[in-house]
C-alpha cells in the first residue's frame, strides 16, 4: 500500500516564496533541490518527504530575509 507524505499547505508554500522574492528556481537552489520539486510541491502533484525541514529552512530564510543587518546561516540559525 502506498502511502501519501504530508505536504506543507500549497498557498502557504506559493506565498511564502514569492514573500521572499525568490522564484521556484532560486528557492530550489536555496534548499538543495532540483526545481522542479518546488514547482511540484506547489501545484501538489508530489509531496514534500520532510514537511518539518521544509517549514523550518522557510522560517530560517524569512529570518535572514526580514534581519535588517547581517545574514542568518541557515546551518545554524544566527548571524
Do not use: F, N
Not at 1 to 6: D, E, G, L
Not at 53 to 74: F, N
Request: hydrophobic share 45%; aromatic share 2%.
Amino acid at each position: 500500500m502506498k502511502t501519501k507524505k504530508a505536504t506543507v499547505p500549497l498557498a502557504s508554500l506559493r506565498e511564502r516564496r514569492i514573500a521572499l522574492g525568490l522564484s521556484q528556481a532560486k528557492l530550489a537552489a536555496e534548499l538543495g533541490v532540483a526545481p522542479m520539486s518546488v514547482s511540484r510541491w506547489e501545484v501538489g502533484s508530489i509531496g514534500c518527504a520532510r514537511p518539518g525541514w521544509l517549514d523550518v529552512v522557510l522560517t530560517l530564510l524569512e529570518s535572514r530575509h526580514a534581519a535588517p543587518c547581517g545574514e542568518v546561516d541557515i546551518a545554524t540559525g544566527t548571524r
